[in-house]
């Protein structure tokens, strides 16, 4: 069994700045393959950007790319999302999400295991 934990949503301006964190118990973190999406009110969950169990290679969708980067620890079981330049479509609930097998596609029904998600909030 995996658990991961979401922090670091808040409010912010639009143009701002937050970085959102995941921590993971397990201890093959290392091994997972790791995506975040997100969740506006009404719309469905969509594929935000992964990250390869080594952080060697991070894919990003177009809306974020640019903007947003993926960043890992291993060694603390943590990813990371750094979101720069919110834009008010950025608010949405934010979730990790961890992948076991390493597929790593842009496609919720591949990962294995959720957090809670963490609400982020750009205001303009």
């Known amino acids: 069994q995996v658990q991961l934990v979401e922090s670091g949503g808040g409010l912010v301006q639009a143009g701002g700045s937050l970085r959102l964190s995941c921590t993971a118990s397990?201890?093959?973190?290392?091994?997972?393959?790791m995506g975040w999406f997100r969740q506006a009110p009404g719309k469905d969950r969509e594929f935000v950007g992964v990250?390869?169990?080594?952080?060697?290679?991070?894919y990003y969708a177009d809306s974020v790319k640019g903007r947003f980067t993926i960043s890992r620890d291993n060694a603390e079981n943590t990813v990371y999302l750094q979101m720069n330049s919110l834009k008010a479509e950025d608010t949405a609930v934010y979730y990790c999400?961890?992948?076991?097998?390493?597929?790593?596609?842009?496609?919720?029904?591949?990962?294995?295991?959720w957090g809670q998600g963490t609400q982020v909030t750009v205001s303009s």
């Open positions: 397990g201890r093959t973190f290392s091994s997972y393959t």
């Open positions: 999400a961890a992948d076991l097998h390493g597929l790593g596609v842009p496609r919720t029904s591949v990962y294995d295991y």
């Open positions: 990250i390869t169990w080594s952080g060697g290679s991070t």
